[in-house]
């Protein structure tokens, strides 16, 4: 079967994460979101743990990757409203053999976070939000 990691890419509450879980099974979603989740499952959100959040994302990619337990298929579910945002799965793609697949998903549904990330955050994201068409 063909390695592929698919990319879902949006702004909070764009229904990444819903989308993952209905076409892919649990275990090989990534996201960063899940970093701050604790055994009980209640969400503690940290801004100045952001970096660590994303690094234990990329390693749970990288583990993935190297364990050859997923049918072909590894999905991260970031914002990754940047190429450098995107650059450490593009750069693990490359090392293990991987085609990339990059979704973006919309807020067509008008759904609000769950995070209640403010107004503000969400217009400077969606500013410098960057797509690669070719």
Not at 76 to 95: G, I, R
Request: charged share 25%.
């Amino acid at each position: 079967m063909e390695k592929v990691l698919i990319i879902l890419r949006g702004l909070p509450g764009c229904g990444k994460s819903s989308f993952a879980k209905m076409i892919w099974s649990e275990h090989a979603i990534c996201e960063a979101d899940q970093y701050w989740y604790d055994k009980d499952g209640n969400y503690n959100f940290d801004a100045s743990k952001l970096r660590q959040a994303h690094e234990w994302c990329q390693a749970k990619v990288r583990q993935f990757m190297e364990d050859h337990q997923i049918n072909g298929e590894i999905v991260v579910s970031n914002t990754s409203t940047t190429e450098k945002e995107l650059q450490p799965y593009l750069d693990l793609a490359n090392e293990y053999g991987y085609k990339v697949v990059s979704l973006i998903v919309e807020n067509r549904h008008g759904n609000s976070n769950v995070h209640s990330v403010p107004q503000e955050t969400l217009q400077k994201m969606k500013d410098r939000f960057q797509i690669k068409l070719i």
